[in-house]
Every structure is written in C-alpha cells, then in structure tokens.
C-alpha cells in the first residue's frame, strides 16, 4: 500500500522515493498540509515562482475542466527536465480523481504531481486510488500532538538563538495545536515580541496570551457545539473584554471539532453509535461533557464539521493578515458554526 503512519510522514518528506510520481497530503490540519507541500516542493529542485516549471491548480478547477490534470502531466516540459504540477483544495472531486487514476496507470514522466486535500475518508475517491498505486503515495496530516508542538517551538526557537523557561514553555503549549501554520504563527509572533532577549519567560507569553496558566474556552466551545447563539456570544465577549486572543478561541474550536471529527469517522465506518465511540476515546472525554459530545457526533456528520473546520482555518488565515479585525473575523466565523449547529439540531 503506496501510504505512510502519521507518525513517518515527517521521515519520508525529508528523503522522498524518486519513483513516486503523485504525492497526496490529505487531513484535518490544513495548516499542516500546506507546510508539509511547501517542503516536499522544495525538495524537487525546481524553481517554484518559475510558471513554466510549477503549475499551481485548484481543485475546483481541475474538476470543472475534466482532463485538464491529465493534459498537463502529458506536456512536455520546454525549458527543464520536468514540471511540479501542485493541487490545492482537493476534496471529493470526481474528475480529479478519474485523471489521478489515469495517472497511477500510466505515471508521467515529465511531470510530478502535489495534491493538497482536506480529510479524505479511507477506501473511498482520491485516497484509495493513491493508496492502490505503486507509483504514488498518500501522507496523512492529523493535529499536532504535544511531541510534534515542542518540536515546532524549538524549530522557531533554535532559528532566533533563544530559548524557553519550562514554565513558558507549558503554558504555550496548552495553546497549540489545532493548526500547524497558526501555530507556528504564535511562536514567531512570540519570539518577536522578546525579540533582544536570550530567553523566553512566562511573562512573555503571558503578554501575548493573556492569562494561560488559567484560560478557559470551555463556555464558548460548548455553547457552539450545542448551537445556543447567545451564549456563545457571552461567553466570546467575555473573553475578548478581558484582553484574550480571539485567536485562542478559534484554535481551542478547532481542537474539539477536529476531535469530533475522528469519532465521527469512527461511527462511519465502524458502524457504532455516539455513546460507544465517546465512552473509548482516547484522551477521554471528561465525564461531565459525554452527553454534550454525543449528541454533537449525532448531529453533525463528516461533511459538515468538514465544512466548519474549513471555516475556521480561513478565519485563522484572515486574523494573521488583518489582525487589526481578528475579533471581528473570528466572531463571524464562530457565529457561522454556532448557527449551522443550531439548525443541524431542529433535523
């Protein structure tokens, strides 16, 4: 099978088989997925702002224009030896995956293939084609957990010739997670901020976090995940008077959506029912939540939190770039989900 564990994917971008023509990076985390793209595009050699040697794509455009990937990957390169042919926003297209199926059958020689996708369900669409082809692989993107966050903070850390106190570090930590970019965007803006120090103290990510040691998301996410407009609406503002990141808020939504989601995928395809999937989740969820997660993973099914997680992920992308609307921008967009779970709810 042409696919790697989670665990391996970090260890197979660092030295990528040269006979693999189609690469596939799928998962929750989009932020992962781009940056694990980048890397492995960089490892080509070719020139990425060059037009004639990286041809970037859209999902949606390959799958309105049935043969167009295909088309591609058979042109001859004119000016070096092969071109990187880059897919984002891959998904469920059905052209998309008729034209990467052509091309397992008969690989490219002039070409190499990038999809970006979001979370794909296994043996269905574009990850069994890949997954069944010797000559592409499929590397899944899942949330960071807390070894892959501390090798991202001593990544950023190592690059600025500082370091962490424990309890800097701790407290960081607790916000981190939910996306690879955002994540890794906290650190360089916390690094920028002790910019002319040697080391990061608890003080400083105080400063950019707010009170971590003692945050809590937990009104606001559970009020959207049970659709209760007003007291989403409470609970955001609370924390934004106070002088929170809305920031935290998206990531701390994106944790729990993206739990969600893999138990979901577990009711899918296993067959089993909220109560069993939630009573074997693995960290548990707290007792006193069970209730609140069931009935969130009978309402909301794969497309959907599919759909709210790629909300978020925009929503964290636009607060980066205009951080002068982040409350308004993260507002909006948890209001969004607050509203689809309301209406998922009167089904």
């Known amino acids: 099978m042409a696919q790697k564990k989670a665990f391996?994917?970090?260890?197979?971008?660092?030295?990528?088989?040269?006979?693999i023509s189609i690469v596939l990076l799928y998962g929750p985390d989009r932020g992962l997925v781009a940056e694990r793209a980048k890397a492995f595009a960089e490892k080509t050699g070719l020139p990425l702002d060059d037009p004639f040697s990286v041809v970037r794509l859209d999902g949606s455009e390959v799958d309105r224009d049935e043969g167009r990937l295909l088309d591609e990957a058979r042109t001859v390169p004119m000016f070096s030896d092969r071109r990187l042919l880059w897919v984002r926003n891959a998904s469920g297209?059905?052209?998309?995956?008729?034209?990467?199926?052509?091309?397992?059958?008969e690989p490219p020689r002039d070409a190499i293939i990038l999809i970006e996708a979001g979370d794909l369900k296994k043996g269905v669409g574009l990850r069994a084609i890949?997954?069944?082809?010797?000559?592409?692989?499929?590397?899944?993107?899942?949330?960071?957990?807390?070894?892959?966050?501390?090798?991202?903070?001593?990544?950023e850390l190592h690059k600025a010739g500082m370091s962490m106190t424990m309890e800097a570090r701790q407290a960081l930590r607790r916000n981190l997670g939910g996306d690879?970019?955002?994540?890794?965007g906290e650190i360089e803006k916390l690094i920028l901020y002790a910019h002319g120090q040697t080391e990061i103290g608890l003080e400083e990510v105080r400063a950019m976090s707010g009170d971590v040691s003692g945050a809590s998301f937990d009104d606001a996410v559970d009020a959207l995940l049970e659709g209760k407009v007003g007291d989403f609406d409470t609970a955001f503002t609370r924390h934004c008077?106070?002088?929170?990141?809305?920031?935290?808020?998206?990531?701390?939504?994106?944790?729990?959506?993206q739990s969600i989601q893999a138990m979901r995928g577990q009711m899918d395809s296993a067959g089993r029912n909220a109560a069993s999937v939630v009573a074997a989740a693995r960290p548990p969820v707290f007792f006193s939540r069970r209730k609140l997660v069931e009935k969130a993973l009978e309402r909301w099914s794969s497309e959907a939190l599919g759909r709210a997680l790629t909300r978020l992920q925009t929503a964290v992308l636009q607060t980066r770039r205009r951080p002068d609307l982040s409350v308004a921008l993260a507002r909006q967009a948890l209001l969004g989900i607050v509203v689809e779970s309301s209406r998922l709810a009167q089904r």
């Not at 890949?130 to 090798?151: G, H, N």
């Open 8 to 19: 391996e994917v970090d260890s197979w971008l660092a030295r990528p088989d040269q006979r």
């Open 241 to 257: 008077q106070s002088g929170g990141q809305p920031f935290l808020v998206l990531s701390s939504a994106m944790r729990q959506l």
């Open 93 to 105: 297209q059905k052209a998309l995956a008729d034209d990467v199926k052509a091309l397992t059958a």
């Open 130 to 155: 890949v997954e069944a082809a010797d000559s592409a692989m499929a590397l899944p993107c899942y949330a960071d957990e807390a070894r892959d966050i501390d090798t991202v903070i001593d990544g």
């Open 180 to 184: 690879r970019l955002a994540s890794r």
